[in-house]
């Protein structure tokens, strides 16, 4: 289930140029963060959650870079996934540590199964799977996600240079990538092997949106 993560490199960049991207997290004497790029590091934590009257797994990925510039904060981004009783993913909430609009991406069935319930999506919206603009405006889903065969981690896309994430998408449906001039394997790590100092960084990181936006979509009854 873990992510394939699809970075846009500048078009203008030497090919020989090695990219700085996400990397492993340490701190310094001073007690301040540091990120290793050369050992590119994804954190893991998984935990139950209620969404309505349903428990469910919901699996959270998070990945660290270096400061932009001297004197900036390390960032990060990352997405939290709900699973169902099968194992599938079924929404995905994007994390990053710039504020912005809430964007969640859903799977075709529980767009599906709305969209039977409730006819179609509220004025203003796009999918019936989003709550109304009055109430929830800065929420919003950026696309419907496919369905694959099985259990699967989604291709995780960000931009040049903000690193947004432009979009997500099962491994099932076609790359949006023509090119992949290079490529790297990262470390997957859980929260519980992480170091106490590591580890409270990383939680910090998802405090900064512990409520979510999952909850406020319009779900399906029967999911």
């Known amino acids: 289930m873990s992510p394939l993560i699809v970075e846009e490199l500048d078009p203008q960049r030497d090919e020989d140029m ?14 301040s963060a540091t990120v290793c790029s050369d050992e590119p ?8 959650v209620a969404i309505g009257e349903k428990k469910l797994v919901q699996s959270t990925y998070l990945w660290f870079y270096p ?13 939290r996934m709900i699973l169902d009783r099968r194992g599938f993913a079924i929404v995905w909430e994007v994390l990053s540590s710039e504020a912005g609009l809430r964007v ?25 799977v989003e709550p109304s ?6 929420v919003v889903v950026a696309r419907i996600v496919g369905d694959g065969p ?14 947004r994430v432009s979009t ?19 470390r997957l790590v859980g929260l519980d092997e992480a170091d106490a100092a590591v580890r409270q960084i990383v939680v910090r990181a998802l405090d900064h949106d512990r409520g979510g936006a999952i909850g406020l979509l319009r779900l399906p009854s029967d999911w």
């Open 18 to 31: 090695k990219p700085t991207g996400f990397g492993r997290l340490s701190t310094e004497a001073t007690g």
């Open 41 to 48: 590091t994804v954190y893991h934590t998984e935990e139950m």
């Open 67 to 79: 400061p932009t510039e001297p004197g900036r904060e390390i960032g990060w981004r990352g997405f």
């Open 104 to 128: 969640l991406y859903v799977s075709k069935p529980i767009e599906d199964a709305v969209r039977r319930q409730y006819g179609g999506p509220l004025p203003d919206r796009r999918y019936t």
């Open 133 to 138: 603009v009055a109430e929830h405006p800065d």
């Open 150 to 163: 099985q259990p699967m981690g989604p291709f995780v896309y960000l931009d040049h240079p903000a690193r």
């Open 168 to 186: 997500l998408i099962c491994r099932c449906e076609p790359s949006q990538a023509d090119l992949f001039p290079q490529s790297r394997m990262y």
